[in-house]
Each structure stands twice: as structure tokens, then as C-alpha cells.
């Protein structure tokens, strides 16, 4: 017999490892509080089927509802590991038989009564593949069962189970062992089979069976098959398994510690002469780094239980860890779990583990040992003696480190006469006051046209139709702390400009820059000449912005701003008196335009033409601009163009 099913636990005071189901679980049977339905859950060959089938010995026991059967009642000998069973247990596999046919089968059954036990119970193992319409067909006798009748889910994944029949289920969940409980299992076992195990065999089955007890078992039970007279030795176990040799991981380990490149490959040679599989192998060495990273970490690592090693490889392992820093070790850990997912699968797995192992012997990480400072090697690049070379550091200590020292050695290796003096520092100038500029700088203005699309975005969080109006605007400079942005629509600039709209945009503009700016919004898009901006202010050396003298005839690159001006003075002098217009002449055809102004066309006749001319255009884009904002609010908003 398998020694899985010899050694199946018959009470819940022989399963190891699961206290957190069975002192609970043994409480609730001794004090008589018994639920219709039990869940149990967790990873496979924990121990869950074996766990429901002592729950149903114990609920039949003539003793019982008990956690400690009799083992001597017709129940208890039936429902023992290795009885024949009786009617009133059934197990049920819905790996199998989970459709809507055998559920329907199985709540017939359940109502008939048990035939000679106290109750009928249900084991369905695999209960998450149990398919829709069979949870259907389920769920009424599992939420109203009989008296007599108790289930019993026992599942890998409860989360694919239906969530109606897991809410009337207790839950237990059950967990891989530990390699302390895995390591007292096995010494029960081979005590009880009388064969002779070396205690270096021990770690390589408990990390072969991965925490479950059932696979643990059952490669113990393959390797005994196979030993000797002598019984199972590391020699015997080590092919078997597919595990790399010690040999072969220290000489890895070795090779990484001196940076030596030919013994690595050496090594890398002898593991495939060997025929070991390289991810397998790259497995191994992760391991192996796994410990000694703790080993260097943690003090007490193997006294707490850590790092499992045979005693006589504690010292090997604790001069390995001593070779490297903490940070080494968990950095070359990183580099092979990064690469190992390359090795599977591959055409050439050699060639790409060798290109694993070129990284990990040429990783910056990895260092020689870092010189201690001592009488005879300063501490301080300073501190070296002239013309002496500077030490050497730690691969990563920086190069600006070490050119420094060498320029302060080169420096100091100068030969100097009472002839020449040495260089002197010049004393440092009073610092110049600091003007604050008046307006922000070039690198501002040019973080408003990189951001401008997101900070059109932000406005429309806050005013979405002033969002809308700048679709078309174009930052254009700062003018002091304002930020003066073009549209061609001299309708919309204005209700930019509109308190209601210019508060929200300046706010989250403000908001985006991280200073206080405001927002004007000008007729054009073309940014004005910056040395035609600059020149006059300049000349004039006032803060008047209006000068006195007739300024020269704008230019026709910048006749946008000129009207702009003359129609903001036009505006501040409508408030006092009309500007009468232009008088027409009597007849257009003796009417000759002149080539050049008259003498006495004064500047003010010269602005009251233009204010005239902007007047005009404004409303031909006040008409026109009723149209495109209404486009555009049509279609921000999902509605049909009016």
C-alpha cells in the first residue's frame, strides 16, 4: 500500500500541521453544535478529504458526535482508513459528476433516512466544478436539508463555488505544512517503516513535495522503493529527484564571490556534462542564494528555523554568506528569478544560462571587498600625500569622488618657489542686489505653450464655455504678470475678457503655473515683433504708456496691436464725449485720396480712423462669431448645429 493511504490520519488528533481546522473543528464536535454543511478549502494534498472523512467517523461514532472515535464501533472500523465504508457515507467526485443529472440523483437520496448510522453524510470533493444548473438542482436541499443529512465541499478554488450555497457552509481552510511539520512527518514515517534515511535526504523530498503531505509521501515512498542495504543516501536521492549537486552549486556560489569567469563556465560545462537541466538548475542557485541571504541577514537564521541545512553544512553556508553583502545577494537573487523565465522552453537552453551567469559575474553589484581604511590607506582622498595615487574604492563609489582626489593630488604636486607665489583665491565680490523681474521669464511663457492643450482642459473642469472659447486662442507673451493670449474672433475675445469667464481662466491658470498670473485676451494671433515692443519703452524711458509725441505710422505686421491701443484709449475718452464720425465728401469722384497724410492730420485724427475701422471689423465678427461659438457649444454639448 502507498504510504499516502498507510499513514492516512484515522483522528484529528493525528493530522499535523492543521490546528487551525482541527481544535476548532474537535471543539464544536464535543460541545454538540453540528452544522448541515462544512467547507473545506485549500491546496491539493493538504489533507481535506481525509479531514471530511474523520469529520463523518466522528458524527457516527456510538460515542459520538466526538473528536475522538472509539475505533471499535460497526461505524468507526467502516469509515476507518482502509474499511470497506458503509451506506450512510457517500463520496461523491464532481471532477465527474457534477452535472445537473447527478445532483438531482443525489437530493433523491437525501431524503431517505440513514440506514444504520446517525447521520447520512455527503463528501463532494471538487466541489467548484460542480456546473450551474447542478448548483441549481443543489441548492434547496443545501439551504433546507434534512435532520439527518450533513455535506461536506471539499475544494481547491471555493471562489468558482456559488456564492448562494458557500454562505451556508462553515468554512474551513486548510494550508501546505510547514517544513518543521513536513520534516516530523517524515521521521514518523520512516521510524514506523524501519529503514535508515540520511538527514541530507530530508530537505531535498521536503522541498520536492512543495508543503503538501500527499506528494511528500508519496516521493519518500519512491525513493525507499529504490534504496539499498544501506538505505536512502544523498547519492541515491539526488538523481532521482533532478536536483543539482551541492558540489555544483558551492562552485557557482564560489566562482560569483571572486569574479572568476573561468571557473564559472567550468562549472557551467560540468552541469551539463552532468545532464542536469539548466532551469533546474538556475532553480537551485535561486535557492541557494535565498539562504544565504537570509544566513547574512538574520543572525539566528537556523535556529529560528529559516535556512534548512544539514549541521554539517552550517558552517559551509555561513563562510559563503560572509562573502557577500546583504544587498549583493538579494541583488543577484532578483537578476536570476528576472531570467529564469527564458531558460523554458528554449531552443539552446545552455547558451542562454551562460548568458545568465555572464550577468551575474559582471553585475556592478557584485564587488570585491571594499578596503578598510588603515594606517597606511587615508580614509579622506584630502588627506593623501602628494603625488600619490588615489585609493581605490568600491566600483560603485562615483568617479566624481576620484577626480577630485586626483586634481587635488595633481594640485598639490605642483613644485612652487619663494619666486612664484601660489595661486590665491580671489575674495568674493559683494553680492549684487537682486532685481526682481516684472515680468515672468522666457521658461514660464514657454511652459504656457508646451501645457497649453491640458490647461485649455483644466479651464473646462471649472467654466466648460470658457473652455470652449480658447479652443481657438493662442498664447501669445507676458506683459508683467498677464498673460496676453490671441483670437482671431473679436467676439469671443471679448467674452474672454468678461469677468465671468477671465476669473475662472486666470484662476486655474494661477493654479497650473504656481504663481498669480491674469489673463487678457487680444484681437489676433500673431505675437507682436519683440524689438518693435521693446524700442519705444526704451526710448521714452516713462511709465506713461501713452507718449506725447506723434508716435511713427504703425507697421503692417503689427497693425493688430496698434488697434488694440488706439481703441483702449478710445474706449477710456467715449466715456466723456462721442466720437463724431469722419465727415463723407460731397463728390466721390473729385475726391482725391492723398499719398501722404496732410499737415495738419494730427495723431488724434490718425486713432479715430483706426478706432473707426476696428469698430467696423468688431461687428462683422461679432456676426460672424455668434455663429462659431454657437458651433461650438453645439457640439461640446451633443447637440445639433443650430
Known sequence: MALYRKYRPASFGEVIGQEQVTRPLSTALDNGRINHAYLFSGPRGCGKTSSARILARSLNCVHG???????????????????PGNLDVMELDAASHGGVEDMRELRERALFAPAESRYRVFIIDEAHMITKEGNNALLKVVEEPPEHLIFIFATTEPEKMLGTIRSRTHNYPFRLLTPQAMRELLEKVVREEGVVVEDAV????????????????????????GAGPDGLTYDLAIPLLGVTELSLVDATVDALAARDASAMFSTIDDVIEAGHEPRRFASDLLDRLRDLMLIRTVPDAFGQGLVSAPAERVEVLTAQAQRFSGNELANLASEVNDRMASLRGATSPRLLLEVM?????????????????????????????????????????????????????????????TSTPGPQRAPKPDPAPVETPAAPDEDL??????????????????????????????PLKFDGDTLVVGHNTGALAERINAESNNADIAAVFSERLGRDVKVRCVVGTTAPSTTAA????????????????PAPAPDERDWRAAAEAASRRASSRSQREEIPLPPEPEDPEDTVEPEEPAPDYTREDEERDMVVQAQEEGARDRRDATAVAMDLLASELGARPL
Open 65 to 83: 458526535p466526538t473528536s475522538t472515535p472509539c475505533g471499535k464501533c460497526a461505524s468507526c472500523v467502516s469509515l476507518a482508513p482502509g474499511g
Open 534 to 549: 521693446r524700442t519705444p519703452r526704451a526710448a521714452e524711458d516713462r511709465p506713461d504708456p501713452e507718449p506725447e509725441e
Open 357 to 417: 551567469m555572464a550577468h551575474l559575474i559582471t553585475s556592478p553589484e557584485v564587488s570585491a571587498p571594499v578596503q578598510v581604511p588603515g594606517p597606511d590607506l587615508p580614509s579622506q582622498p584630502a588627506q593623501l600625500a602628494p603625488n600619490s595615487p588615489a585609493p581605490v574604492t568600491q566600483n560603485r563609489s562615483g568617479a566624481a569622488a576620484a577626480a577630485a582626489a586626483a586634481a587635488a593630488a595633481s594640485e598639490r604636486s605642483t613644485p612652487r618657489t
Open 445 to 474: 511663457f514657454e511652459k504656457v505653450r508646451a501645457d497649453w492643450t491640458r490647461m485649455r482642459q483644466a479651464v473646462g473642469e471649472r467654466n466648460k464655455v470658457a473652455e470652449i472659447m480658447l479652443t481657438e486662442a493662442k
Open 202 to 225: 530530508y530537505p531535498l523530498v521536503i522541498q520536492a513535495g512543495g508543503g503538501s503531505p500527499r506528494d511528500t509521501l508519496s516521493i519518500l515512498d519512491q525513493l525507499l522503493s
